[in-house]
């Protein structure tokens, strides 16, 4: 059976991505993230709930990341080099190239600006991406003699995968994040009906059933389109990574489309790095880009620029994709500032802000802010929400599960409250369990599973002639001799079992009397009987020999008269044990009497 | 064993060098399988008789019954079934052979390849129902192979060969009288899915050959679109649409509940269904045909666009609701605060159903689908169900708006298409015309005029609407110049379709002043044109408006008028005296003026008879010059005028060519006059090809006349042939092939021949016997008399009538900067031409290319250059490439279209099949009696080219 162990984080949490599986005897450790708004121990997983006493590496077969935000690997250099980790680790090629960027920027931040010492270092994050694996779509990777991990496209961001892990005939898919309907850069994630016996998904969004995407994109477009004509400058800020390249795509060819020719800028550093492996990684991106590419790589863009700080007071109008995206800092701060006392300007926020930061405050409607040094910022600009998630709705979970048609699922990654509503969901429209369990919990599935077992080709043959076509969807019963031996199954003829065991064979006959009200001679019984089993059972041979005894295959009927009331008949009835179903069947049509003769 | 060889193939080449004897030679020497294998695959090349065929099959079968190698039986089978495809040939004498092949075979792969043999045979033998009994049959048997291929053909069998009428069935009575479908709807359980596919597509092909499916197979095909394998989901979902047309109205059970719905909703709900499948092949055909099930109920059709949204398990309004809402409640256009689409009532948990069984949310997924064949394929489905229902046409315009905004162009432009066939059922709220008009920004062509073609036909319900479509056509005008007449054209089907809401925007979009007069606008510009073009046809039907106009528009009207008239209507002006006003109030309403005229006119020229031929030209001269005009103005009559002058000009020439002094004199003496004979019958030849080939809507009254009318020149050539050779011995010919012709054309109009009495032909065929005997002199007099003496035929008009045109827009030849390139090499030049009422472009248009050396070079564009963007029209964007010479100076290059025609492509529409398994064979010879020619049908534009010398 797999257990699911949850290591802290990712239950009924977003953040700290980490599960446990043991399956059949396998241990695999499924992301390693972090907690973004800890500072402290916390924002790591406990990994000493992995195991007390002996070695990791000892312990986890392996460990698998499915995409490369820091919620789902920023523990990684963490767990593997200070803790101590030396097996193999897999992820997905883009995964496993923009990991350690991050990684590192993630590491400069902490370390560098907030001064944190007893922090994983450059070298590490090195060190730890020698362990790494790359795998490819849908490829099955052997992880050793019965463990083997299989990659499925997973939308959500350049490289997110979700893996079926297997064992025997065990398995479990674990999604990652993932995302049912496509976007301007990315594809829909897809699985084959590989019927795990778990399905453990993330369920951010257990409780939303989202719009269509068009209608906003269209509003997105046509936001920053009448402002440009407007001659005015938009400001979008965003993350490096993930909705920029996706915003990027869209104006790109919005831009192409409508021949516009004001300029795009996008702030410099992490993102061209960034956007370097989208043009590498072409083969994850969606239709179109994929199938466009030989003309021109869509990640090339014409219309959009590096930034450079003196930009910002030029004239005209101007689009600018600029850092960190809920403006708390850095450079969309600045340019934020410059440009928001202006009325023709506009600022659009793709996604959720944190409270506290000023994306949040001017999303809230607050006009004025305090700045550092006391000053009051008036913001005049427009300000606009538009939000562009990529992680699949109630919908798309639901229909990820009857891609897949697990027979139980687990919901870690979300909400305990919504959660439960997605779980009473699950279980009334599939009538599969669902587990929603908390941090550090530990759930048990238990499962079916089949033990193969040898059968010698000639028993198959003899067995399949019997009766009609073999179906493969239906099982079909056979006859032979189960052997264990040497720790394996075989199926064998009896013969052959015989032999090999060197036991002499008994014969097993059943014999049964059954009594007959005939008052007529006995070989007029027997005639009687031989014309009514003849009549019914026309598909067996029924022979009348010549000694008065009657055989149905290999069954032997004979009659005799009572010894004492001579209108009662004694019919002898005898078979193998090999024949015991006829054999019972034929007592039983006899026990019923013959039927009344018309003379 | 040498010699022995030797003899017996001198033996049979001294009977016949048939092609059999040395295939049997060859395989005679064949040591080992795989040297015989390489004999029948040479063997296969080379193409058979049809005389042979029966005997190569006999050498084939025997060496067959010989092989051991699975392999070359293998190609022995397929090569039967390849010869038993030859034309001409009937292959019941080898079936029997054929069937007794099957007894003894071992190898699965051999067994299927020898089905598909017979059921080539079968297909081959369409009216013999008891050989189809017999192999449906050996089908049957061969039912329970274990090898999937094997099972797999024998169901094709069955499905093509199959019993379809019941009475067939009772006559072979035996096993195969069983129900076929019975047969096949078994397999829909095997456990191969190959072979379930199989079972299902059998299922369809009974079905389109015309077997009425029991409706007992619904449920079993409803549980195979659950199956694990694409195909078998994919035929499914086809097998149910058929089920679902053939039963609609039967009434099935919602199995977990005892309520019960009509059978086309219940499989609509599952088509819709499998919209939201694994596998995008199945998404594909599952989108598609839901456009074709339009029996089923409003309330399942309008559920395919629903989707309730919600956000934390609050109710939420989709960006449409909230769009709709913004616009009824009057305040349009607020910019989106924070939190507007905040979610707003509670949901009950248990009333949120995620994953309907039934249709909701179909197209909603599948117009966001990540493949594009699905979007499209939504799209077009889409289209067909609003086209039969109104109300959804309604509700369904917020997703194709939507669908304007589609990272890949041919969906947008396919939502654009879609847009404008449902046009007449839709109403633009202000909001979606907004979106709609965004895209006239677009940088492709394509995408831009089917815009405008979607405009001309749409509705829209307020002033500001129009106001804010002219503004941003007038965008469009400035940033792409060249959709100059798109444009116009657009706008005068939103003035004449909207007059009344153009009229309070007249002073604002003429700029006048109740006071003060305004400076009068550039007549040239093209923004102005197209302002003027919208208020004028707006002004035809609303006859208050010519009050608002300042003096300059009066004289603007009477310029465009004039200048542009296809676009510029006829309006009845203050103080203006108009052709139209001064005959308008004793015509009936509903007939045009114009038609009128034009029926009136020919009413005159068919009634000349009384007249002296003097008179007879002028009148013909006259009405033929009206004519002409009159197709200038009334564009919707050019065919129609263009048709018949052009008739009247052959009828006159005819006529010119007759009265010539010529015939009375003899013969020798005039070669000169005789010139203008012979160049009139060519003329006329010319124009008879031309009614024939350029008019669309032609119809087989007036192809008769057009024929009759060639018969005529072609008989007025042989008159003046034989008036100017000398000796007989070539005239014998001519009067034969002549005689032909009359014939071929009594053949072919048969069924004409009464309607045309007193005609040129009807008095030939009365003289016909005598022609046949008589001398080439004296049927040149025949004819000569006959001819003269003949009535000028009456054509009749037909419905509609159009002429075939190209008009080049680019290149333009306006360019003084000569196109240079290396010479040798080439240079490409893109052609962009609209084409229209022109049939069949892809076959018949072609481009020639004209140097100044006068050599032409013809080009066929390829099928894909052509675009269809309305009914009737066409668009031709191709690449010509340009070689030639080296040349001193640049020079001018001609640039046409010609539209090439056939003369036997109406009769001669059986071509004989191609047999396919030979290359050789493909080379048909060119049809015999079929006249080829072109038609230029543009005009010609110059280009300015220059081939340098290539640099050393």
Redesign the interface.
């Known amino acids: 059976f797999p257990a699911v162990r949850l290591c802290s984080g990712a239950g009924q949490d977003v953040g700290r991505s980490c599960v446990l599986v043991s399956i059949a005897g396998k241990n695999v450790m499924l992301d390693c993230g972090m907690h973004m708004g800890y500072n402290d121990d916390r924002r790591f997983p406990d990994f000493s709930y992995i195991t007390q006493n002996g070695r990791l590496t000892d312990f986890l077969d392996c460990v698998i990341i499915s995409h490369f935000h820091l919620d789902h690997c920023g523990a990684l250099p963490y767990f593997s080099e200070m803790v101590g980790y030396d097996g193999p680790i897999y992820m997905t090629h883009p995964t496993k190239a923009i990991c350690p960027i991050l990684l590192e920027d993630y590491r400069k931040i902490t370390v560098d600006k907030k001064g944190e010492t007893n922090f994983f270092t450059s070298q590490m994050i090195k060190d730890c991406m020698k362990k790494v694996v790359a795998v490819h779509l849908h490829q099955t990777v052997q992880v050793d003699e019965e463990l083997e991990i299989k990659a499925y496209y997973a939308g959500h961001v350049l490289g997110a995968a979700m893996f079926q892990i297997k064992v025997g005939c065990e398995s479990v898919v674990y999604t990652g994040d993932y995302n049912m309907t496509p976007d301007r850069h990315l594809g829909a994630a897809w699985i084959e009906k590989c019927r795990p016996d778990l399905l453990i998904t993330e369920s951010t969004y257990a409780t939303t059933i989202r719009d269509s995407k068009r209608c906003r994109e269209r509003d997105f477009l046509k936001k920053v389109h009448e402002t440009v004509e407007r001659g005015g400058k938009v400001l979008i800020p965003v993350f490096a990574l993930g909705r920029a390249q996706e915003l990027c795509i869209l104006l790109e060819t919005f831009w192409e489309r409508m021949n516009l020719k004001a300029p795009i800028y996008f702030s410099t550093g992490l993102t061209e790095k960034a956007n370097h492996y989208y043009k590498l990684f072409i083969t994850w991106t969606n239709q179109k880009i994929r199938k466009t590419f030989v003309q021109r790589n869509m990640f090339e863009f014409k219309h959009i620029k590096a930034f450079d700080r003196a930009f910002a007071d030029n004239p005209g109008p101007m689009v600018v994709f600029a850092t960190p995206g809920m403006l708390h800092a850095g450079q969309s701060l600045q340019i934020f500032r410059k440009w928001a006392g202006n009325e023709k300007n506009m600022v659009i926020m793709p996604g959720y802000c944190v409270q506290g930061t000023v994306g949040h405050k001017i999303l809230s409607g607050q006009r004025k802010l305090e700045m550092e040094g006391r000053q009051i910022l008036e913001v005049k600009m427009q300000v606009e929400y538009m939000s562009f998630s990529a992680h699949a709705d109630a919908k798309g979970i639901m229909q990820l599960i009857r891609q897949a048609e697990p027979r139980n699922v687990l919901l870690v990654h979300g909400e305990a409250k919504k959660m439960e509503f997605l779980k009473q969901k699950i279980e009334q429209e599939f009538h599969v369990s669902c587990f929603m369990p908390a941090n550090g919990e530990t759930t048990t599935i238990l499962t079916n599973p089949c033990i193969p077992v040898d059968i010698s080709l000639g028993l198959l043959k003899r067995e399949t002639a019997i009766g009609p076509l073999p179906d493969a969807k239906k099982p079909k019963l056979m006859h032979g001799t189960l052997l264990m031996k040497d720790n394996s199954f075989r199926l064998v003829s009896p013969e052959q079992a015989l032999k090999e065991l060197g036991l002499a064979e008994h014969q097993l006959r059943f014999t049964c009397r059954v009594h007959i009200q005939d008052p007529r001679k006995e070989h007029e019984t027997v005639l009687r009987v031989y014309n009514h089993l003849k009549g019914i059972l026309k598909d067996y041979s029924v022979q009348h020999l010549p000694d008065g005894s009657i055989t149905v295959e290999s069954i032997l009927i004979q009659a005799t008269a009572h010894s004492e009331d001579q209108g009662t008949k004694v019919l002898l009835v005898s078979w193998t044990y090999q024949d015991e179903e006829l054999g019972s069947y034929l007592t039983s049509l006899l026990k019923k009497g013959l039927p009344q003769s018309t003379p | 064993q040498q010699q022995h060889e030797d003899l017996s193939t001198k033996k049979l080449r001294l009977t016949k060098p048939s092609k059999s004897a040395a295939l049997h030679v060859d395989l005679c020497k064949a040591t080992s399988p795989a040297d015989a294998l390489q004999y029948l695959l040479q063997f296969a090349r080379k193409p058979v008789e049809v005389e042979s065929v029966e005997g190569v099959v006999r050498i084939l079968l025997e060496h067959y019954y010989k092989e051991n190698d699975a392999s070359v039986r293998l190609k022995i089978a397929s090569l039967l079934g390849l010869l038993s495809k030859t034309a001409g040939f009937s292959p019941d004498c080898i079936m029997d052979d054929a069937i007794n092949t099957l007894q003894n075979e071992k190898s699965h792969q051999v067994l299927a390849q020898l089905l598909d043999t017979l059921l080539v045979i079968g297909t081959k033998l369409p009216e013999n129902p008891s050989v189809r009994m017999r192999l449906v049959e050996v089908a049957c048997k061969h039912l329970?192979d274990?090898s999937h291929g094997v099972r797999n053909k024998c169901l094709q069998l069955i499905g093509c060969l199959g019993p379809v009428e019941k009475g067939v069935a009772k006559e072979a009575e035996s096993q195969a009288a069983k129900d076929v479908q019975k047969i096949i709807g078994d397999h829909f359980?095997d456990?191969?899915p190959r072979v379930r596919t199989a079972a299902i597509k059998a299922m369809l092909q009974l079905h389109e050959r015309g077997l009425k499916l029991q409706q007992t197979i619904y449920s079993q095909a409803c549980k195979l679109l659950a199956d694990?394998y694409e195909q078998v989901r994919s035929a499914a979902v086809q097998l149910i649409w058929v089920l679902s047309q053939l039963y609609p109205e039967s009434i099935v059970p919602i199995p977990s509940s005892n309520e019960e719905i009509r059978l086309v909703d219940d499989a609509f709900g599952k088509i819709c269904h499998m919209v939201?499948d694994?596998s995008w092949v199945v998404r594909v055909q599952a989108a598609k045909l839901l456009g074709s099930m339009q029996q089923v109920s409003s309330h399942f059709l309008e559920q395919t666009l629903d989707?309730?949204?919600?956000?934390?398990?609050r109710r939420?309004r989709?960006?449409?609701e909230r769009a709709k809402e913004l616009y009824s409640s009057g305040e349009f256009s607020s910019?989106?605060?924070?939190g507007d689409d905040a979610p707003k009532e509670e949901i009950d948990?248990g009333a949120?159903?995620?994953?309907e069984s039934g249709a909701c949310g179909a197209f909603?997924h599948g117009?966001?689908?990540?493949?594009?064949e699905v979007r499209i394929a939504a799209v077009e489905a889409l289209c067909m169900l609003a086209q039969s229902s109104p109300s959804f046409a309604e509700k369904c315009l917020d997703?194709l708006v939507?669908?304007f905004?589609?990272?890949?162009e041919e969906v947008r432009l396919q939502s654009i298409h879609t847009m404008r066939k449902i046009s007449n059922n839709i109403t633009l709220r202000e909001d979606q015309l907004d979106?709609v008009l965004?895209v006239l920004?677009?940088?492709?062509r394509d995408i831009r005029e089917a815009l405008h073609e979607l405009l001309c036909c749409t509705n829209v319900s307020t002033k500001e609407g129009i106001h804010l479509a002219l503004v941003e056509l007038l965008k469009n005008l400035t940033?792409y110049p060249t959709d100059r007449e798109s444009i116009w054209k657009c706008l005068k089907f939103l003035g004449s379709r909207h007059p009344t809401l153009v009229l309070p925007l007249v002073p604002e979009l003429l700029s006048t002043h109740p006071f003060f007069d305004t400076p009068e606008p550039d007549m040239d510009d093209p923004a102005y044109i197209a302002v003027l073009v919208l208020i004028f046809n707006a002004a035809k039907s609303c006859p208050t408006m010519p009050a608002l106009f300042s003096d300059h528009t009066f004289r603007h009207y009477a310029y465009l008028r004039d200048s542009l008239s296809h676009l510029v209507p006829p309006l009845r002006l203050p103080g203006r005296k108009l052709v139209s006003s001064a005959v308008s109030p004793s015509i009936t309403p509903h007939e045009d003026p114009s038609q009128q005229f034009l029926h009136q006119s020919l009413e005159r020229v068919y009634n000349f008879q009384h007249l002296d031929p003097r008179g007879i030209q002028e009148l013909l001269e006259f009405t033929i010059r009206d004519l002409q005009r009159l197709g200038e103005l009334q564009s919707e009559l050019a065919g129609m005028a263009d048709f018949t002058a052009t008739y009247l000009q052959c009828q006159l020439l005819l006529i010119k060519a007759l009265q010539e002094k010529l015939w009375n004199v003899a013969a020798p003496l005039y070669l000169k006059q005789n010139a203008l004979a012979s160049a009139a019958a060519k003329q006329i030849l010319e124009e008879t090809y031309k009614m024939e080939f350029m008019y669309s809507g032609v119809e087989s009254r007036q192809v008769v006349i057009i024929h009759h009318m060639r018969l005529q020149a072609k008989a007025l050539q042989l008159i003046v042939t034989a008036r100017t050779t000398r000796g007989v011995e070539p005239l014998f010919g001519m009067c034969e092939k002549f005689l032909q012709e009359v014939d071929s054309f009594q053949r072919c109009f048969i069924s004409e021949l009464p309607h045309m009495q007193g005609s040129f032909v009807d008095k030939l065929l009365d003289l016909m016997p005598r022609l046949v005997t008589s001398k080439p002199s004296e049927v040149v007099k025949i004819l000569q008399t006959t001819l003269r003496q003949s009535t000028f035929l009456h054509l009749p008009l037909p419905e509609q009538l159009h002429r075939a045109t190209a008009n080049i827009i680019e290149p333009t030849g306006e360019s003084d900067n000569p196109l240079r390139f290396t010479s040798g090499l080439v240079v490409a030049l893109d052609v962009d031409a609209t084409l229209e009422h022109v049939q069949d472009p892809q076959g018949t248009v072609k481009v020639q290319v004209l140097y100044p050396d006068g050599q032409a070079q013809l080009i066929h564009p390829k099928p894909a250059d052509f675009r269809n963007p309305g009914p009737g029209r066409h668009r031709l964007i191709t690449q010509v490439y340009l070689s030639h010479t080296a040349w001193t100076e640049p020079c001018q290059i001609e640039v046409r279209l010609l539209l090439a025609y056939n003369s036997n492509r109406s009769k001669a529409s059986t071509r004989i099949p191609k047999s396919s398994w030979s290359e050789s064979l493909e080379a048909l010879p060119p049809s015999e009696n079929g006249i080829e020619g072109t038609i230029p049908f543009s005009k010609p534009v110059k280009v300015y080219i220059m081939p340098k010398p290539a640099r050393r």
């Open positions: 329970t274990s359980n456990q191969d694990d939201s694994g989707k309730k949204l919600m956000s934390d398990l939420k989709t960006a449409h910019g989106r605060k924070w948990t949120v159903n995620l994953i909603v117009l966001e689908d990540e493949m594009y997703f939507d669908m905004n589609d990272e890949i979106t965004a920004e677009d940088s492709s940033k």
